[in-house]
């Protein structure tokens, strides 16, 4: 008996109807059987946001006149929570979220939509890669989409440590320049933040935050570098924030 | 010439005109020149969200008839960088969030807006603090507030180091009843997830996101189960989600 192929959920944070997840999409169907379940509208920069105060709708989503899979009117969080839970009849054997347009390096990581994606993937021991471009214009989602299968095949064979997802941005490069893959720890890029004030027509103030990234001197083995040296950066993200070295220091505290 | 005193910055994520963040100014005020920059509505489970799509407006809030600070139509995390970038002249020495109505307890915290803001602060190089009161119900803030105040002394004195902030969950129980303070580490709690499924009178289906938190058996080390205990529960987090003892492993995939 032929073993069914596996089941590989994927989402987005700008929207299913974004031409990242349609890339994605075309070559995930090659090694599986694909189920999009993603945000009705884009979503970016959503951080690890659920919905709670509102109910969430799902309807078909139709691609190319057939059916791509499921719309939620939520975050991309809200997505896998309920395709595993309401949308799906079957445990998906991998989570794909993206392929994002732009790179989610550094900080960037914990307003991501694209990665908060991935965590609940983690969350349900589902094995979950998070997938980004590392640009905002003109895409080429090729490479990454390539780049996703090829990852995607060596992940569902040897799993991922529990608690444990992938980081993955692509350059924005064509394959031939790609130099290679790093294994990279978060950067730690600061923002240079801004604020835009602005006055509108009815003389009422308003602003636009319009932060820059500033880029640290770091090696490559910092995602930030990796990308911007031409490499495929992939950081294993976990969820658990305690920051453990710090734990005997407090306790010598006062308290 | 007499020290000015320390310029403390507090946010939150119920909104400017919650009960938690009054209770919160009233006891700060007694250690500080206090300045508040929240939310002008809930905001509640928005994770780490920045508002990019949006302008964010900043309207000047009165309380018992004196001007208790400024909303902003935003998340917290917008609130922290817009009033270090362009509300405050000077760089406060302190960013307090909450006093939050419900715990942020293990992995409830990459949802929570509360520790979303004290997170903002610590990148920004402030030290920061998020306060929790583990109850939904009948709140009463005042030694959760009281505990803040204290707390703060010693932080404004020994600081914090680069990268950690403290997150905060004071039990939902008489002061005689604390039993001490545990310095802990992310607990590994888990959901028990579920969706509501409704018919809404126009005959179309929605949902409600209704989990409930799967408590493990763990030490009193670990948040969850200190504060179920009657401890007050401080817990050191940084926002390098690097997996750091995976990045061997990975090295070794032949990728």
Known sequence: ????????????????????????????????????????????????????????RVTKAVRRGKLFGYAVSGTPADCVKIALVSILKEKPDLVVSGINLGP??????????????????????????????????????????????????????????????????????????????????????????????RIDPRKRTYYWMAGSVKPPRESSDADFQAVKEGYISITPVHYDMTAYEELENLRSWKL
């Open 1 to 56: 008996m032929l073993k069914k192929k596996p089941l590989i959920l994927l989402t987005n944070d700008d929207g299913i109807y974004a031409p990242g997840i349609f890339a994605l999409y075309k070559e995930m169907e090659k090694i599986g059987r694909v189920i999009v379940v993603a945000p009705s509208g884009e979503q970016s920069a959503v951080g690890h946001a659920i919905t709670l105060t509102d109910p969430l």
């Open 104 to 197: 989610n390096l550094g900080i960037n990581v914990i307003y991501s939509g694209t990665v908060s994606a991935a965590t609940e993937g983690t969350m349900f021991d589902i094995p979950s890669i998070a997938m980004s471009l590392g640009t905002f214009e003109d895409p080429d989602f090729s490479v990454a989409a390539k780049f996703a299968r090829k990852l995607s095949c060596i992940v569902l064979k040897k799993k991922l440590p529990k608690g444990v997802l992938l980081n993955v941005n692509v350059p924005a490069i064509s394959e031939k320049k790609i130099k290679g893959i790093k294994i990279t720890h978060q950067s730690k890029i600061t923002f240079k933040e801004k604020f835009e004030k």
